[in-house]
Structures are given as C-alpha cells and as structure tokens.
C-alpha cells in the first residue's frame, strides 16, 4: 500500500511538466524532494491528491494510485480522504473566521464524527492549544502556517504533502514546523516533503527526491543523495551542510 | 444585539430615510444616531468616513441650489439640495454605526439565512479583503522604489502598473485557494 506513481507524464497547454515519473511512496516514510524553482515540484504534488487530472486542466497520461484508488478513477474529495495537502502561503488557504471554523471546514466536508475532539488534538499537535476562538488573520505567519496543518492533521489522512511549507517563516519557525512533522511521521503519518532548505531535508528525510526540469534524477535514501555533491552542483541545489 | 436584528434595523432605517422628505426630520434622526454612535465610543473614525461625503454633499447643495429653476438661485432647490445631503450623511453614518459594532464573524452569523454557497463566497470576500489592501500597498511600495511617480503621471498611466500586478495576483490567489478548499474536501456543483 501507499502511494504509487507509474510512468506520470503532464503538460499546461504550451508547456511540459512532469515527464515520465515513476516512484512509490510507503507508508511510514518521510520522503523530502528537492528541485530547482519550476521544475515540476508543485505539479507533482498535486498530482498524489488527484487535483491532477481531476480539477487542473491539462494532458495526463500515467497513473497514480493511492492504496487501491486510481486518482483518474476517483473524485479529489475520495483522494483527499487519504492525502492531505499543506500549501506554501497559508494566506491563501486560511479563509474562515476562526481558528475552529478553518480545521472544521475539511472535518464537515467528510462528514467525519468527533468535530470538537478533531479541532482540539490536531491544535494540540501543532502546539496551537487554546486558539479555538481566534482570528486567524491576526495570527503570525508561523501560526497560520500551523493552523494550516492542523486542519489537515483534522483529517486524518494517512499521508501528508507539503508543499515548501516554511519558504516564508524565520529559522526558528521552520524548524518548529519540521520538528511537528518529525513527530507526526514517528505517529505513523506519511510525510512527503517538498523543501527547498537542503539542510532540514537533511536532518528529517529518511529518503529524497531529486528532480530536475521535471524528471526524477535520483531517488535514493538521504545520505546517498546528498553525497552527490557534484550534481546537486550542476542543478543548482545547496549541498547540505549536515549529511 | 443580535446581528440579524442590527441587519433588519439598518434595512428598515434605512428605507424609512429615503422616504423621509422633511430636512428637519431627517436632522433629528441624523442627530440621534450621532448621539449614539458618542454614546457607544467607537466614533474615532467617524470623521474619516464622512469626509468625503461632507464634500460631495457641498457639490449637490451649490448644484441643486442654482439649477432647481435654471440658473438661478432658488431656496427650494437649497432645500432639496439640503435634504438630499442629510440622507446621504445619515445613510452613512447608519452604516458606519453597523459597521463599527459588528465583527467579521458577527456579520457573517447574520447572513447565515443565506444559501450555502452565498455565505461561503460573503465570507471569502471578506476574508480576501485585507489581502486585497495589504497586496496593493505592497505593489505600489514595489513600484515607487522602482522610480513610478505617482503624482506626474495621469490617472490611468500610475495604476496600470498597480492594477496589472494586482489582478494578476489575485487570479492566482483565488485559484490557490479553490485548490486548498478542494483538496480538503470542498466539492465542485
């Protein structure tokens, strides 16, 4: 079971985007991937929740298949069940009012039971305990980032995808942000991290992607990837400090 | 106070106002709702609100006195033109006392009769408002440091370039969003 990607192939009406991408994903795993800016990274993730071929327009062809679900067979909201998905500016995914509001919003939509006890873990988790009743415009960016992830901790879906969740916030921030994920993956959540900061891929990430004007260069486990010094060099990627 | 209720007497105070034909009346209701809005302190940003108003309302007054009958002063036309003025002030500073007392949350708990989906893009729109004011200040801060003056160019040539980066945000703002509310759950009619 988990996620598996088979000969994946995308592309925007004047432009090729993912090309022939095969890989899986077990359950359990942290998997970081790496890539130079508009090499296919955030397309890829929207792929394992089926929002491609579902709801992006655009050619497909391969298949993704999350446990027994083929994402082109299955509605987003089917996929979404299983894959949770966390964006980069969470200014544009936090709409409600209150802090309870935003995490109940994916809860009410699945229909899930246990609303109150759902918001109140997934805040615990991220260490937002006691924010019910706040705005979350009037939360840091750091905070927003993690109300973003509580409300799809909320869910509870077997998988995580982020995508370069800490690119805004300050070291410290970030760091709480990879430690919550580190927590959430020795729970049994699958984490599929996209990052740019080589360093925190290097320090959670059991293996890595490397990807490259949308294909997997290298699929390997962390140590083996980063010690690659010459290619992540030729792809313009910062060799990590810790390896 | 119930935001239903607050919505329901902005409506009926409202509507009753431009009905109101009397300028005496209308400065009595006016006065009363001043009074209120002092009364319940959140009148710090009531001058800023009217401003404006206080402008256009000298402009109907000075056109409705000397064009009631063609060119000529007449005290009818200061009288209508009084009138109209008064119902535009009261009508804003109605909105200005609703406003002022009612949160974003309230607000959209009073609308909660509304469909669904009618809610949920009140509630958006709200929502993407000061992103909206806080995209423009960034964007102009951008073009000012990239030498854009504002005061030598006409109206249409500063704000293109605001307006185009502008747009262009949002469009993509609002289909990230789409995308976040899909993938948790939100489905498409």
Redesign the interface.
């Known amino acids: 079971m988990g996620i598996t990607i088979k000969n994946v192939s995308f592309s925007y009406p004047n432009k090729s985007v993912l090309k022939n991408i095969s890989f899986c994903i077990d359950d359990g795993d942290f998997i970081g991937l790496v890539g130079s800016t508009g090499c296919g990274k955030t397309t890829l993730a929207?792929c394992l929740?089926g929002?491609i071929p579902n709801?992006?327009r655009g050619k497909f062809s391969g298949q993704v298949m999350v446990d027994d679900l083929d994402t082109a067979k299955n509605?987003?909201?089917d996929i979404?069940?299983k894959v949770?998905?966390v964006?980069q500016?969470p200014?544009?995914?936090?709409?409600?009012?209150?802090v309870r509001d935003e995490i109940e919003?994916?809860i009410r939509?699945?229909g899930l039971n246990k609303v109150e006890k759902r918001v109140k873990n997934s805040l615990k988790i991220v260490g937002l305990d006691g924010y019910e009743n706040r705005?979350p415009?009037k939360l840091s960016q750091g905070q927003k980032q993690k109300l973003s992830i509580a409300?799809?901790l909320a869910?509870d879906t077997k998988v995580i995808v982020l995508d370069e969740p800490t690119s805004q916030l300050d070291y410290k921030n970030a760091k709480m942000i990879h430690d919550i994920l580190e927590k959430l993956n020795n729970e049994g959540k699958t984490i599929f991290l996209i990052e740019h900061d080589t360093d925190f891929l290097a320090e959670y990430c059991d293996s890595i992607l490397l990807m490259n004007d949308g294909k997997i260069v290298k699929n390997d486990s962390t140590n083996k990837v980063f010690a690659e010094t010459n290619l992540l060099k030729k792809l313009g990627i910062k060799v990590p400090v810790i390896r | 106070m119930n935001t239903k209720i607050k919505i329901l007497l902005l409506v009926v105070f409202s509507t009753c106002i431009l009905f109101i034909r009397n300028p005496f009346i209308i400065s009595l209701v006016l006065l009363c709702v001043s009074f209120s809005i002092f009364l319940l302190k959140v009148h710090s940003k009531l001058f800023e609100w009217i401003k404006p108003i206080i402008i256009v309302s000298i402009f109907i007054i000075l056109l409705q006195t000397f064009t009631y009958s063609p060119i000529k002063f007449t005290i009818e036309g200061l009288t209508f033109g009084i009138t109209i003025s008064l119902r535009l002030i009261t009508l804003l500073i109605l909105v200005f006392a609703f406003v002022s007392t009612t949160s974003?949350?309230q607000l959209?708990e009073g609308f909660d009769f509304l469909p669904k989906e009618l809610s949920m893009m009140l509630?958006?729109a709200?929502?993407?408002l000061?992103?909206v004011k806080d995209e423009t200040t960034r964007i102009v801060n951008a073009q000012k440091a990239r030498g854009l003056n504002f005061k030598t160019l006409n109206i249409f040539k500063s704000y293109f370039p605001v307006l185009v980066p502008l747009f262009g945000k949002m469009l993509e703002?609002s289909n990230?969003?789409a995308?976040?509310?899909?993938?948790?759950?939100?489905?498409?009619k």
């Open positions: 929207y929740n929002l709801s992006i509605t987003v909201s979404a069940k949770g998905l964006f500016d200014d544009w995914q936090i709409f409600s009012v209150s919003f994916g939509n699945f705005e415009q409300s799809v869910m | 974003t949350k959209l509630m958006i709200l929502r993407l000061p992103l703002g990230r969003l995308i976040a509310m899909e993938s948790r759950g939100f489905e498409k």
